[in-house]
């Protein structure tokens, strides 16, 4: 919190400067602010006889997260004295816009910024990309980042964060790099910002790469840092670098730190470590928050584990007074549902004191469908589609449901009604990270450079897992078809091809884990043949799909086959 502003203006008082040291009179607006003081710092500023732009940009700043801010900003324009606005009082303008999404204010603070030569400039720029990456306008911010004159260690750090933040990660790491090039000296903000990037798409060389970086740089024990570090690696599936980097920060990290490490567990389903860690955070003093039984609640809903979910659910609000947010009854809903307690988990989505969104209902699509219960998985099909009409999941898993009772008409009807409404499935895709490099690939990809290899080593693959006893698992085929088509199909999911090519000769070490990420479900055929084609290769097989990791080892996944 810094010096006492009491005291400060004390000595003020004492020594004469209140009444004549316009500076002293601004520091202490500043010392007001910081402590929380707004009455105390408007009260300051009105006992100065002239306020100059830094007077005024001291007030501006006190009230960043209130339209106060830009109250006292017309204020400063129409006093009698003309006082135009300097980077600082735009920065603290921009600050307001971007906590209050006043996207309309903030074009005009662009376009006065631009009118008084200060746009270009690294203080007010860096101020206007961070307000565009917060309203989501992340092009623009690109446009002011691209115009700047000179891009100080600020300038990229806002780029880069604000890159990561909007889920452009490619990108925000395309800018960390070019930061390199600069030869611009990295933050703690630039790095976790790049951290966050490479783990949204499961980059784990660039992790171990980027925690390189950070011991070169000393900024490896910083605790921002560290906790990015922790959240990259479990984000990525390495849960034991993620622990080790725990371990050695543990003393200094904060209640976010310890709910970072116990949600890379969550992600696993490890709900003994989460357990564990939440038992040694209270040892250490420290009270868990919504965070911590978040990842708590998620444990049990990927371990699947209702009854456990709704105890601590329950001691969450009794014994720790902490009221849940809806996405602990998401979590809490999609534990019920897939126990095939889905009426109960459908009665607390109605009764819940928050509206239920979209996840809430996806929720409860996937889990009826799951356990073949078409009449509410038309139910929730419809909930969902109030909510958004173009959302392709609603119809996907509805058919999915459709194809498995071999209700062939339902599930053409369903493609119809997507096709009448114009709404497009959305496609599969599947990444590898191979030396520092991401391979895509699409269903049915022939795009890839090594693609006659790729579908060589896939139709060995199979051949040998069919010899072990693997039967291909129909009832998520969309289109009722021939078995040698159905066979094709199969075959050749997005998710085997990265396998495939991972697999090559001089693509990933022999013995190294391979780890594979898909922007939907992993289908039941993928989670049945990776099953088989771990104990034929011998390997460690991760999987990252949208819900969950599912590490593939000796002819078992970690999920328990519950996902």
């Excluded at 720029?125 to 623009?140: E, R, W």
């Excluded at 933050?187 to 949204?200: D, F, I, K, N, P």
């Excluded at 659910?313 to 809490?332: A, D, I, N, Q, V």
Aim: charged share 25%; hydrophobic share 40%; net charge neutral.
């Amino acid at each position: 919190m810094g010096a006492d502003p009491r005291r400060a203006h004390a000595r003020a008082i004492t020594s004469g400067d209140a009444a004549t040291n316009r500076g002293a009179l601004n520091n202490l607006i500043t010392l007001y602010s910081k402590s929380g003081r707004r009455s105390e710092a408007l009260r300051v500023f009105e006992s100065i006889p002239s306020p100059n732009v830094v007077s005024w940009t001291s007030l501006i700043s006190t009230f960043h997260d209130s339209t106060l801010s830009f109250r006292h900003f017309l204020s400063m324009l129409r006093h009698r004295r003309r006082i135009l606005p300097n980077n600082r009082t735009l920065a603290a303008l921009l600050k307001t816009c971007a906590s209050l999404s006043a996207l309309s204010f903030g074009l005009q603070v662009h376009s006065l910024a631009r009118k008084l030569g200060l746009s270009s400039e690294p203080f007010t720029a860096s101020a206007l990309v961070s307000f565009y990456c917060k309203t989501g306008f992340v092009d623009h911010a690109r446009k002011v980042f691209d115009e700047m004159l000179d891009k100080d260690e600020v300038c990229f750090s806002s780029m880069v964060v604000g890159l990561a933040q909007n889920s452009r990660p490619v990108e925000a790491l395309y800018y960390f790099a070019e930061m390199r090039r600069a030869g611009v000296v990295s933050t703690m903000y630039s790095v976790s910002g790049a951290l966050r990037a490479a783990s949204e798409m499961a980059m784990f060389e660039q992790c171990r790469i980027l925690h390189g970086h950070t011991v070169m740089t000393g900024l490896d024990l910083n605790v921002v840092v560290g906790s990015a570090l922790i959240d990259g690696y479990g984000r990525c599936g390495l849960v034991r670098e993620a622990r080790a980097m725990f371990d050695e920060l543990e003393m200094v990290l904060n209640v976010v730190g310890w709910s970072t490490m116990m949600s890379g567990y969550a992600q696993q389903g490890d709900f003994k470590n989460v357990i564990e860690l939440l038992g040694l955070m209270q040892e250490r003093g420290m009270k868990p928050d919504q965070y911590s039984f978040l990842a708590v609640l998620t444990a049990f809903y990927h371990a699947g584990m209702a009854e456990e979910a709704e105890r601590w659910f329950g001691r969450m609000k009794e014994e720790y007074g902490l009221e849940p947010w809806l996405e602990h009854y998401t979590c809490l809903i999609g534990a019920m549902g897939k126990a095939g307690e889905l009426e109960s988990a459908e009665t607390v989505a109605l009764t819940m004191p928050f509206e239920p969104d979209a996840a809430v209902w996806r929720a409860l699509l996937s889990t009826s469908t799951y356990h073949g219960k078409t009449d509410i998985a038309w139910k929730m099909r419809d909930k969902l589609l109030e909510i958004n009409p173009n959302d392709d999941s609603a119809y996907v898993l509805l058919a999915n449901a459709f194809a498995s009772a071999g209700r062939w008409d339902e599930v053409k009807e369903e493609w119809k009604t997507m096709k009448d409404k114009r709404v497009r499935k959305e496609g599969g895709r599947s990444w590898i990270e191979v030396r520092g490099e991401v391979h895509v690939f699409l269903a049915e990809d022939r795009t890839h450079e090594r693609r006659d290899e790729i579908y060589e080593k896939l139709a060995e693959l199979m051949e040998a897992i069919e010899r072990l006893g693997y039967v291909p698992v129909w009832n998520e085929m969309l289109h009722e078809v021939d078995e040698k088509q159905k066979r094709e199909a199969l075959w050749y999911h997005s998710e085997k091809l990265a396998l495939a090519f991972g697999l090559l000769s001089g693509s990933t070490p022999p013995g190294k884990a391979l780890r594979i990420v898909k922007n939907l479900r992993i289908c039941r055929d993928c989670h049945e043949a990776f099953k088989y084609i771990s104990r034929v290769v011998d390997r460690e097989i991760i999987v990252r799909d949208v819900n969950r990791y599912h590490t593939f080892l000796n002819g078992s996944c970690s999920c328990g086959d519950n996902w």
